[in-house]
Nanobody
Framework: QVQLVESGGGLVQPGGSLRLACAAS????????MAWYRQAPGKQREWVAV???????NYANSVKGRFTISKDDANNTVYLRMNDLKPEDTAVFYC???????????????WGQGVQVTVSS
């Protein structure tokens, strides 16, 4: 059993900043990668950022230069620092991870429950 729990969402004014966190827990042997997705009202879920086990990162063009993904391996946690937030960033943000289970030895995808980010004046 593996769970991803997000935190750090909320309401912020345009131009403001938020930092999201996602902590993985359970029977974890290793984490191959962790990523953030988001889904705005009435729209499809879109990929935002990813960080690989070796620290390599990549970003969607819409957030490049504003968002920063990072991880804390000791705590199995991934972060998303969001700067210069815009109204179009308003969405439910979801944490994603590919994790190898320490008991089954299988690598499987996991999703967090989602956290609301609202950017509004």
């Amino acid at each position: 059993q593996v769970q991803l729990v997000e935190s750090g969402g909320g309401l912020v004014q345009p131009g403001g900043s938020l930092r999201l966190a996602c902590a993985a827990s359970g029977s974890i042997l290793s984490i191959n990668n962790m990523a953030w997705y988001r889904q705005a009202p009435g729209k499809q879920r879109e990929w935002v950022a990813v960080i690989i086990y070796d620290g390599t990162t990549n970003y969607a063009n819409s957030v490049k230069g504003r968002f920063t993904i990072s991880k804390d391996d000791a705590n199995n946690t991934v972060y998303l620092r969001m700067n210069d937030l815009k109204p179009e960033d308003t969405a439910v943000f979801y944490c994603f991870a590919e994790i190898r289970d320490s008991r089954s030895y299988r690598t499987s995808p996991y999703w967090g429950q989602g956290v609301q980010v609202t950017v509004s004046s």
